[in-house]
């Protein structure tokens, strides 16, 4: 009797343990399934982020600024100047999206000789450029030095953001130079834009057509300091509200005196040639 009790109540407890593991079992399994359903939502819900077009701000940001004036002993020499003034002064912008901020970065860096220079580097770079301009003024005097270089922001539409990096280089001569160089970036895809973007190689030729009759019809100032067999597509270019800005610089188009050159083409206009792929991430509502 006592031997058939304990037979039952072991089998009772293996039982009891059975079910037990057979629940635990279930609400593993079921804990999992939430865990993977809540990944995938979670995955989902950052990819919605990311792709949340943001209102950009922004606030200037300086990064190297030093100016001196050197004094030049007396000269028998008309055109010596009596003094040199040296001015240096380089900014950028800070936004507030940090990808956005290493762009650019990226962008107002990439002609220097060191990738991927870091802030610390870059004001060094200058600061040695700097001195060395002070040193050789001293030996021989110049009517002034002056090398600046800025980040704008130009507007916003919805995605769509446009930069510009600009500069102003002066070294003595009867004028300095000064441009600007443009970029329109997708904030969803981190991409800037650029001419491969919106046009097929096979089209290129026909834009260059419409913007060389917009260079005609627009230049009636000046005479063209070049031919159309010389004109090319410029690729310093940025898309605003109504349309596609290409940009030249001074001399590149027109005499100094003209100044920078900004052709323009209406979404309208082009409208026939833009890539299947730039008219599907609907940059440009067409009617």
């Given at each position: ?33 939430t865990v993977a359903q809540l990944t995938t939502e979670n995955v989902k819900l950052k990819e919605q982020i990311e792709k949340t ?8 940001e300086e990064i190297f600024n030093q100016s001196e004036i050197i004094k030049h002993p007396k ?213």
């Amino acid at each position: 009797m006592k031997k058939t009790l304990v037979a039952a109540l072991i089998s009772s407890v293996i039982l009891l343990t059975s079910c037990q593991d057979k629940d635990t079992e279930t609400k593993i399994k079921q804990l999992n399934q939430t865990v993977a359903q809540l990944t995938t939502e979670n995955v989902k819900l950052k990819e919605q982020i990311e792709k949340t077009v943001p209102a950009i701000f922004v606030e200037n940001e300086e990064i190297f600024n030093q100016s001196e004036i050197i004094k030049h002993p007396k000269s028998k020499e008309d055109y010596q100047p009596e003094e040199t003034k040296i001015e240096y002064s380089i900014s950028t912008i800070k936004t507030n999206i940090d990808w956005l901020n290493d762009l650019l970065w990226k962008k107002l860096t990439e002609n220097e000789e060191m990738k991927n220079i870091s802030r610390e580097q870059f004001v060094a770079r200058y600061q040695t450029a700097f001195e060395e301009d002070k040193k050789e003024v001293k030996e021989t005097p110049s009517f002034g030095i002056s090398h600046s270089m800025w980040t704008d922001f130009i507007a916003q539409k919805e995605k769509l953001a446009t930069f510009a990096i600009s500069f102003y280089d002066y070294e003595g001569g009867a004028h300095g130079i000064e441009g600007n160089r443009y970029f329109t970036i997708d904030l969803t895809t981190r991409h800037i834009l650029t001419l491969n973007d919106l046009f097929n190689e096979k089209d290129l030729p026909k834009v260059k057509t419409l913007l060389w009759e917009q260079y005609n019809n627009s230049n009636k100032e000046y005479e063209p300091v070049i031919g159309a067999d010389s004109f090319s597509l410029s690729n310093n270019i940025y898309l605003d509200s109504r349309g596609v800005h290409f940009i030249y610089d001074v001399y590149e188009i027109a005499p100094y005196v003209a100044g920078e050159q900004d052709l323009f083409l209406y979404f309208g206009q082009l409208e026939e040639l833009f890539r299947p792929e730039f008219k599907r991430n609907n940059y440009v509502k067409f009617l």
